[in-house]
């Protein structure tokens, strides 16, 4: 699966506003990468919670490819602003947590239809990132990820005091009940017969369709015009700004839609978890998302899923073991810094770059 641009096509940047068409264009290997892409999805679970072969060896749960999932929507956003426009961003749990409590309280007042729920939390997200791009993006390098840091410093004291009467404060939100899918689908009952041997629940189906969606919306930008001028912003600013591009107008834009992917990441995991602790808004989960696109790779498609998966596995299944579980900080930031010195591009573009020399750059 390539997840590396195709040139634009002839006219890409005409006056007729193909340069907007573009991203809704059709590309050649969307469809082939699409499906396998579902192909996988459709057999994680199974693999990685129930195959027999697997099992005692790198098995986890069902819940955990759920959150894999969920954290992967949430890596894939911020490598947009990270690998893509070079944006260093500390404050990317302030979309994340805003749209997990958004989610949860929309639930509790208006509805607790799911695919509202992500509606809601994910549109406060977009309008948060918006403003905070719109204020922090004044300023570049370590002052803009210090301000955004800030801003969501500032959220997370918000929720733990001053809204405390709607976000539970140090005890987090609780009591949310999630509806129906469709008013006759329970999320996290099984699915029927043969699917529910590969995907497990309804919830499992329900994220994975939300991650081919993002899947499909990243690959889609960042293969038409728009994407390129993401790559040449990374590049040199100075140089994209001299070919008459509005520099600024564009990294707002990566900034919101960086937002949009983490606002879905955080109403899923509200719908997942059916609780928002307090530490959504904290620097340490816009640390924790930093690691996990670093660990699988930034300026790729597929390689912040992946280290998503790396990084919860080792929260969640090595932290269990009782010899080595004491220490699963210690064993995750050796992994980390053995991969940056041997990878560099981290491991999905290790694989990548394997791929590439077995077959000659060929697709």
């Not at 199974?46 to 894999?68: E, K, N, W």
């Not at 029927?192 to 189906?205: E, F, H």
């Not at 008459?244 to 983490?262: D, H, P, T």
């Not at 670093?294 to 912040?304: D, E, Q």
């Amino acid at each position: 699966m390539s997840d590396q641009a195709t040139p634009a096509p002839d006219g890409a940047s005409d006056e007729d506003g193909s340069s907007v068409v573009g991203i809704f264009a059709p590309r050649g290997n969307e469809l082939r990468v699409m499906a396998a892409t579902a192909v996988v999805l459709g057999l994680f679970p199974y693999v990685f919670s129930r195959m027999p072969v697997v099992s005692g060896v790198f098995q986890g749960y069902q819940g955990l490819a759920t959150l894999i999932l969920i954290w992967g929507i949430f890596a894939l956003g911020f490598d947009l602003l990270l690998g893509y426009t070079g944006l260093l961003s500390f404050g990317h749990a302030a979309f994340w947590g805003s749209a997990a409590y958004t989610t949860g309280i929309f639930s509790q007042y208006v509805s607790g239809s799911p695919i509202l729920m992500v509606l809601a939390g994910t549109t406060f997200a977009v309008l948060l990132a918006w403003l905070l791009g719109f204020l922090s993006l004044r300023r570049g390098g370590i002052y803009f990820a210090i301000l955004t840091l800030a801003f969501a410093q500032m959220m997370f004291y918000l929720s733990s005091s001053p809204l405390a009467f709607i976000t539970g404060g140090e005890n987090g939100l609780t009591d949310i009940e999630t509806g129906e899918l469709f008013g006759v689908i329970a999320l996290e009952s099984d699915l029927p017969s043969v699917l529910g041997m590969l995907l497990g629940t309804w919830m499992y189906a329900f994220v994975a369709a939300f991650t081919l969606l993002c899947i499909a919306l990243g690959y889609r930008i960042l293969n038409s015009p728009y994407g390129m001028v993401f790559r040449a912003i990374r590049e040199n600013e100075q140089r994209a700004e001299f070919v008459g591009l509005n520099v600024w107008r564009y990294k707002l834009m990566s900034f919101i839609l960086s937002g949009l992917f983490a606002g879905i990441a955080g109403s899923l995991y509200t719908i997942d978890g059916s609780y928002v602790p307090l530490s959504s808004l904290y620097w340490t989960e816009s640390g924790e998302v930093v690691i996990m696109t670093v660990l699988g790779g930034t300026g790729s498609l597929f390689g912040p899923i992946v280290g998503a998966g790396i990084y919860l596995y080792v929260e969640n299944i090595v932290s269990g073991f009782e010899t080595i579980g004491p220490f699963w900080h210690l064993i995750l930031g050796v992994v980390f810094v053995v991969t940056i010195w041997v990878f560099p591009r981290g491991v999905w573009g290790f694989f990548s770059d394997v791929r590439e020399r077995i077959t000659g750059g060929d697709d």
